[in-house]
Structures are given as C-alpha cells and as structure tokens.
C-alpha cells in the first residue's frame, strides 16, 4: 500500500470513528441501557421498561480516555486521572452530573472474596480525583472501572485498568450485612437473549425494609464475571414493577445476558445507610 493510500485509509478510519462516538446515546442511562425512556415518580429515576443494560469491557469500545490510579504506600488513599486524547486531565467542569455525581468509580478485588465498592472520588484544581479506600479492599489487587460524562458532547465514557497493591497491614473488620436478599429470579439465563432480574428483598431478621434513594434511584446493581475470564461490567438502575417499596421489596433490572459463566451480581442500596448485597447469576450456553 502506498504512503498516500495508507494516509487515506487512516483519515477515512478516524472520521468513522468521530462519527460513530457522536452517534452514541446522550447520557449516561442511554448508552448502558437501549431504547432511553425514563420513569420520573417522586424525583426517583426508573429505568423505562424497554430499556436493559449490556455488560461491556470498556478497553474493548476504545473510548478516548485513559484510566490512571495510584494508591498511597498504605492503600489508605488512592487518587485518579482521566487522560483525554489530547493528554490533558478532565477536570470537574469538564465532567456532567451523571446520576447525581460527577465521577462513579467501581473498584472490584481481583480473586479472594471478589468485593466491590462503589465510591465517587472528589476533583483536585490538579485534574486528580482523590477517594478513600474502604478497609476491606486495602491490600487487594484491584479492578477499576469508572463511568462519567463528558460536559461538551453529553457522551459517557467508560475507562478500566488494574492496580497491584501492597500488602495492608491490617485485617480489616468486615461488617455484616443488615438487609437480606431473600431471592433473585431471572426470566432466562441464556447467554445473549434479554433477561428481567428480579431481586426480592428483607430487612434485618426479616422486618420491612424501606428503600430510599441513592444517587437518584431506588438502587444501582453492578455486574461482573466471578472467574475473570470476562473483563467487563454492567452498571444497572431499576425498572419500574410496582413491588419496590412493599415490605419486602422486589427491585427489577433488565440485562442483555452476557457470555456463559457465573456473574457477581453487587447490589447498592439504601434504608438510611447504604449498603452493598451480592448474589450470582449462572448464564447458560
């Protein structure tokens, strides 16, 4: 191929790239989930019911971000950067609200008991996003995804990379969890067809449970490949069934089933404190 073939090849590649990340969905809700119709009742977000999350690996849709995390010699403290394309930080003006926060970044431990936290860390005038370890994770090997939107084009981006840790010093007090899952159906769980996951749950020692919201919904679900085989996650708000705010409520997310194999399924909700519950989802050939 010739120097001005190869010229041209690369020019027609990078305008059909420009194009096709304008061509995305507008917020964040949008492009995880199809078919964008928001349910608003009481200034809580439902996710509409034709809407459903797919598990995506972010370094696979080469999004024009890159993803740097340091952590402190403890691994007490850990900060960010988003690198644009053009090598500079995005900084807080440059990043919408998405879901009533800037930045949402998911840590997920790398083998042993496969936790996961949920944080939003807090912008520097630097362009360094700084966050708090959660003791659990402290020492771990890490998987980190983030998720935000860009404040010029309204895209979402999603950036993932991966943190060696040194080891804590400390064993970390793990606290129990309050709240139940009493069950969780799914309406397939066969890999590649559209799925409702049905999520019912229980207050202490079985008393109602009140959900509140989080973060503009009655909860955000996040999912991950148990084995590692699949780097990847999906991040997931509720639909809309009716059964969300009954004594022991039945929250409702829709998922374009991933390839084979068995998921951490890590539920974020609220009562008045937050809370993290996980269950496993097995996806079938």
């Given at each position: 191929m010739t120097p001005r073939r190869q010229i041209l090849l690369i020019s027609v590649?990078?305008?059909?790239a420009f194009f096709g990340l304008r061509a995305l969905p507008d917020t964040q809700c949008a492009f995880l989930h199809a078919d964008h119709q928001p349910i608003i009742v009481g200034e809580v977000e439902f996710c509409g019911v034709n809407e459903e999350a797919n598990f995506y690996s972010p370094k696979a849709l080469q999004f024009p971000v890159e993803l740097k995390v340091a952590l402190s010699a403890d691994g007490a403290k850990g900060e960010l950067s988003l690198i644009k394309d053009d090598g500079q930080p995005y900084l807080v003006n440059e990043i919408a609200l998405s879901h009533t926060r800037k930045v949402h970044l998911h840590l997920r431990q790398a083998g042993g008991k496969r936790d996961y936290a949920h944080l939003h860390p807090v912008p520097g005038d630097d362009g360094f996003w700084r966050f708090d370890m959660p003791a659990r994770l402290r020492g771990s090997d890490l998987e980190?995804?983030?998720d935000f939107a860009d404040a010029r084009t309204s895209r979402v981006m999603l950036a993932q990379t991966e943190v060696k840790a040194s080891p804590a010093a400390f064993d970390a007090f793990v606290v129990p969890s309050r709240n139940v899952i009493l069950s969780m159906q799914a309406s397939s769980t066969v890999a590649g067809t559209s799925a409702a996951l049905r999520i019912k749950l229980s207050?202490?020692?079985?008393?109602?449970?009140?959900?509140?919201?989080?973060?503009?919904?009655?909860?955000?679900?996040?999912?991950?490949?148990?084995?590692r085989r699949l780097a990847g996650?999906?991040?997931?708000?509720?639909?809309?069934?009716?059964?969300?705010?009954?004594?022991?409520?039945?929250?409702?997310?829709?998922?374009?089933l991933p390839p084979p194999g068995t998921y951490?399924?890590?539920?974020?909700?609220?009562d008045g404190q937050e809370e993290l519950l996980r269950t496993t989802l097995v996806v079938t050939p």
């Amino acid at each position: 191929m010739t120097p001005r073939r190869q010229i041209l090849l690369i020019s027609v590649l990078a305008v059909a790239a420009f194009f096709g990340l304008r061509a995305l969905p507008d917020t964040q809700c949008a492009f995880l989930h199809a078919d964008h119709q928001p349910i608003i009742v009481g200034e809580v977000e439902f996710c509409g019911v034709n809407e459903e999350a797919n598990f995506y690996s972010p370094k696979a849709l080469q999004f024009p971000v890159e993803l740097k995390v340091a952590l402190s010699a403890d691994g007490a403290k850990g900060e960010l950067s988003l690198i644009k394309d053009d090598g500079q930080p995005y900084l807080v003006n440059e990043i919408a609200l998405s879901h009533t926060r800037k930045v949402h970044l998911h840590l997920r431990q790398a083998g042993g008991k496969r936790d996961y936290a949920h944080l939003h860390p807090v912008p520097g005038d630097d362009g360094f996003w700084r966050f708090d370890m959660p003791a659990r994770l402290r020492g771990s090997d890490l998987e980190v995804y983030v998720d935000f939107a860009d404040a010029r084009t309204s895209r979402v981006m999603l950036a993932q990379t991966e943190v060696k840790a040194s080891p804590a010093a400390f064993d970390a007090f793990v606290v129990p969890s309050r709240n139940v899952i009493l069950s969780m159906q799914a309406s397939s769980t066969v890999a590649g067809t559209s799925a409702a996951l049905r999520i019912k749950l229980s207050g202490p020692e079985g008393k109602p449970l009140k959900l509140k919201p989080i973060m503009g919904a009655l909860g955000h679900m996040v999912v991950f490949s148990a084995d590692r085989r699949l780097a990847g996650y999906a991040h997931m708000h509720p639909t809309l069934e009716g059964g969300e705010y009954a004594p022991n409520p039945t929250l409702s997310f829709r998922l374009r089933l991933p390839p084979p194999g068995t998921y951490d399924l890590w539920l974020n909700l609220n009562d008045g404190q937050e809370e993290l519950l996980r269950t496993t989802l097995v996806v079938t050939p």
